[in-house]
């Protein structure tokens, strides 16, 4: 089975622009979630999305925002950037079984650069 | 809301000694799922190993194994045998059977010294 894949891998944007990252899930997986890393903050929770739904979101301003698609491919978008956007940004997939342990399976994350 | 803290922001071990990396949680919930990931420098986030909090006996994947505490809201990973590749970022993470909101804590930069 093919991993979590993100699009693009990197980017570079200036101040004051939007920006879409692409995330496509393992196989089957339903669920896919938004993690924000940087080196002060570490992993922060985003959102997560359950059948196009958002199901859980985490604490970060309206500028970010999200959707997931009928064959559970997922979007983040980020609009009006400020340099401290500049991130990791990471996506997880997991089955999403009620009851089952849904460990999360990574993406090699999108490398934001906010200038 | 669910909080996990990992109070060693790096530590250090010899290559073929044992280190024990430190993770504690906070949560009112029974019944949750707990993880380590392993973030190689500048490569994928990968699941070590997971424990299911309903589990008493502690897991084992090979050369790693963790000590779960589950009164004590503890759950620490053993490596060992430590060989150079371990050398990453490690992350403890929580997960309840109630919603996919995963928490991490800040994580743990290990070296491996040859």
Redesign the interface.
Known sequence: KAGVTQTPRYLIKTRGQQVTLSCSPISGHRSVSWYQQTPGQGLQFLFEYFSETQRNKGNFPGRFSGRQFSNSRSEMNVSTLELGDSALYLCASSLAVAGGVNEQYFGPGTRLTVT | AQTVTQSQPEMSVQEAETVTLSCTYDTSESDY?L?W?KQPPS?????VI?Q?AYKQQNATENRFSVNFQKAAKSFSLKISDSQLGDAAMY?CAY?S?V?????????TRLTVKP
């Open positions: 799922y993880f990931y490569r994928q986030m990968i699941l997971r299911e992350f997960i059977t919603n996919n909101d995963m928490r991490f804590g800040a994580g």
